[in-house]
């Protein structure tokens, strides 16, 4: 049973929140600069580059989008959410006039009136094709995400207990290790659980295609700025793309959970230009083929911290 002091509580916690993101709206609303960092792959600096794709503090909708996909994945958010809005509305405002109009007081006999042939037909139709208008954009979405025709570039990406792995098969030998650096590591403006040692290095305005497997159990491959979410399950190969709008830093993590360590195999994306890449790449792979085995990260690596920068 809910006693007045209890609602009274409730009422106090749900204005605090609304009093909260009544003061962060300001700071959302102004979007700070970006962070800029130099970061280093395979032993090879990169150009600095913003950090643009990460999780910020009293975030209420999706990250921005800078991918054609994420783009898409945005609209038919917002096609939902107004329909939500809608029938909400509707259902809201219905209820109201129902208990002012017919309630007790009002109307002391109620009509024994049981069926309603134009009503029961209306309020079947239009739930239906509600959801065919959401069905719509909804599958075209599902192929857009799997359209890999013609990539300009490959990567192989292996989720391991926990790590990833990446590839170039175009790139003899380059193959590396992406493990997350520990925050008492961690340099100024780098993300806490968001940053590897060795990022992922991208070009950007070209069509990478992604295939995603695992070396031991079902891990999932998510970034959530660039609209890339795909399980990385043993034994299956699982294909996906990206095609990244501008230079710059993408984060994301394994959000399936996949052992005692899953929220330490942060997916760390450097983007940069397609001439950039190419540098990177040859003076990567020269690095990795002295290696000949991509070194595998210490157990320390996964080490708890408290400490939280940026
Ligand atoms: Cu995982």
Not at 2 to 22: F, Q, S
């Amino acid at each position: 049973m809910i006693r007045p002091k209890h609602c009274v509580t409730r009422l106090g916690a749900g204005l605090t929140i609304l009093a909260n993101l009544a003061l962060a709206a300001p700071a959302l609303a102004a979007g700070a600069a970006p962070v800029v960092l130099t970061r280093t792959s395979e032993g090879v600096k990169l150009p600095p580059e913003p950090v643009l794709g990460f999780p910020r503090p009293w975030e209420l909708g999706l990250q921005p989008g800078y991918s054609p996909v994420k783009h898409e994945i945005i609209s038919l958010n917002a096609l939902v959410l107004w329909i939500i809005v809608v029938i909400t509305a509707f259902v809201a405002g219905l209820l109201a006039w129902v208990m002012w109009r017919y309630n007790a007081k009002r109307n002391p006999h109620p009509t024994q009136t049981a069926h309603n042939t134009f009503l029961e037909i209306a309020w079947t139709l239009v739930p239906i094709l509600i959801l065919v208008v959401i069905a719509i954009p909804s599958f075209r979405l599902v192929y857009f995400e799997n359209n890999t025709a013609h990539p300009k570039l490959i990567v192989k990406v292996t989720a391991h207990q926990w790590y990833w792995e990446y590839s170039y098969p175009d790139a003899k030998g380059l193959d590396f290790i992406s493990a997350i650096v520990p925050g008492n590591k961690l340099k100024a403006g780098e993300g806490r659980l968001l940053t590897a040692n060795n990022p992922l290095v991208l070009p950007v305005g070209e069509d990478v295609r992604f295939l995603i497997n695992s070396s031991d159990v079902i891990h999932s491959f998510f970034i959530p700025s660039l609209g890339v979410q795909r399980y990385a399950i043993p034994g299956r190969v699982i294909q996906t793309w990206v095609r990244i709008d501008k230079p710059g830093i993408y984060e994301g993590e394994c959000n399936q959970i996949c052992g005692t360590n899953h929220s330490r195999m942060p997916i760390d994306i450097v983007a940069v230009t397609p001439a950039q890449f190419q540098v990177w790449k040859a003076q990567a792979a020269k690095q990795a083929a002295a290696a000949l085995i991509p070194a595998r990260p210490a157990p320390q690596m996964f080490a708890e911290t408290t400490e939280f920068r940026r």
